[in-house]
């Protein structure tokens, strides 16, 4: 964007990029102090280096999810969300789980795709492949040199069909298998894809186009399992209907959309938390949703021989420890270190074991009270502090609220009017 005097957005100063923007929105000195302001946690000088024309920082609310036992270790989980009950919701679901052992969870070695899209030009496909699998030794030896600690374990050859309306015909896809160990990868399998290339179009003498990563990450899963007393749900009663309740979310997809995305609100929350890429965790969890050619839910819901409610999640899950902004970035350090986590696979794990606690509360909710009632309950305090309440003042117009169950903005205003006239001030 060219701005007066011929410069670029990106070359001014945060002074003049906020006033520019001020002038250009009309907005008021307090939205631009608040946007100051925003940076002081993390520093301008940082932000302005991990985006592009920076100008502040966006705040998420940020808390600690409580009584998650995980194969036998305790951690308090830290999670970066906006929405009410979530965390709260969570940590229920997770002293519940507690009571039969916790959850139990294991993580499939840290495996990564890079892919190396090749054009045949008419080629014929075996003569390509046999050419790239005979000088796999090679590869592997270029691909290595790129990486202290991440390993190409294995080179596979494949081709795909144009499906598009572009209409190229057949291409070969180069797949680099790579141990990324407690990295998400995405660098360093992007590097290697790159430098493979290169070698590629030499042996073969046909072009590559696309040296990139793969986010669906299938070879990288997670697994967690836990079970609910149902002397502690509601019995017989509210297990049958929340297996109604998965049986919904299996069978349909407008359905299946809405029960994962409460899982997602879990994983989501630490990912964001810890500084993990929750776009790529996002896509790689629904596309693995779809592998069976229809959109299902992610969890598996069943009784045991007691009666119990026994929960499942398969998920794909790129994370790291290492890398990334997980050292650039204040919050996400000092997140990881709330986790006292050792490896990506331990980070894994417990992202997923959210997911499940999250998914276990949602149906919960859904199956008894219904999920507007307890969500609106935490949502009454948004309400009051919208209305301008501070302080105490918030708890007494959100009990208000939810004891005439009329959760409005008009309504809360109404009652901080009559509570300040009536010489309760806020703190």
């Known amino acids: 964007m060219d701005v007066a005097g011929g410069s670029k957005f990106r070359e001014l ?72 009950s979530v965390i709260a919701a969570t940590s229920k679901a997770a002293k519940l789980a507690k009571l039969t052992g916790g959850f139990r969870a294991e993580a499939d070695d840290p495996l990564m795709v890079g892919q190396i899209q090749v054009i045949p030009d008419d080629k014929p496909y075996e ?53 990324t160990h407690d990295a998400m990868g995405a660098n360093i399998v992007n590097t290697m894809c790159e430098t493979v290339g290169q070698a590629i179009e030499s042996i073969t003498g046909c072009r590559t186009i696309l040296k990139i990563l793969s986010n669906y990450s299938a070879r990288r899963l997670v697994r967690c399992r836990a079970t609910f007393p149902k002397n502690q749900i509601g019995g017989d009663f509210i297990v049958e209907r929340i297996l109604y309740a998965y049986a919904l979310a299996y069978s349909d997809v407008y359905r299946a959309v809405t029960h994962n995305k409460g899982i997602m609100n879990g994983i989501d929350a630490v990912a964001l938390a810890t500084g993990q890429d929750f776009r790529a965790i996002e896509a790689a969890a629904h596309a693995y949703a779809s592998r069976g050619g229809s959109y299902r839910s992610l969890t598996k819901w069943l009784r045991d021989k007691n009666g119990n409610l026994v929960g499942e999640l398969e998920i794909p899950m790129a994370v790291g420890i290492v890398g990334g902004v997980t050292k650039v970035h204040q919050m996400a350090e000092t997140s990881l270190k709330i986790l006292k986590v050792n490896s990506s696979q331990e980070l894994a794990i417990v992202i997923a074991s959210v997911g499940l606690a999250q998914n276990f509360a949602a149906l919960l909710a859904l199956a008894s009270e219904g999920i507007q009632e307890g969500h609106m309950k935490l949502h ?31 309504r809360a205003k109404e009652l901080l009017d009559k509570f300040s006239q009536n010489g309760d001030i806020n703190d």
């Open 13 to 84: 100063n945060l002074a003049d990029r906020l006033d520019l923007i001020k002038k250009h929105a009309s907005l008021e000195d307090r939205n631009i102090q608040f946007l100051k302001d925003s940076t002081h946690i993390l520093g301008f000088d940082n932000v302005n280096r991990m985006i592009e024309n920076a100008i502040g920082v966006f705040p998420i609310p940020m808390g600690i999810a409580t009584n998650f036992l995980i194969n036998d270790v305790d951690y308090l989980i830290p999670m970066a969300i906006e929405e009410p």
């Open 127 to 179: 003569g390509i492949s046999r050419k790239i699998l005979d000088k796999k030794d090679e590869l592997f030896k270029i691909a290595n040199s790129t990486a202290r600690s991440s390993k190409v374990k294995e080179i596979e050859v494949r081709a795909v069909q144009d499906e598009s309306q572009v209409g190229v015909g057949t291409m070969i896809i180069v797949e680099l298998i790579i141990n």
């Open 380 to 410: 009454s305090r948004n309400i009051a502090f919208m209305a301008g309440a501070r302080g105490r003042m918030i708890d007494i117009i959100s009990e208000h609220l939810v004891k005439e169950d009329e959760i409005n903005l008009s």
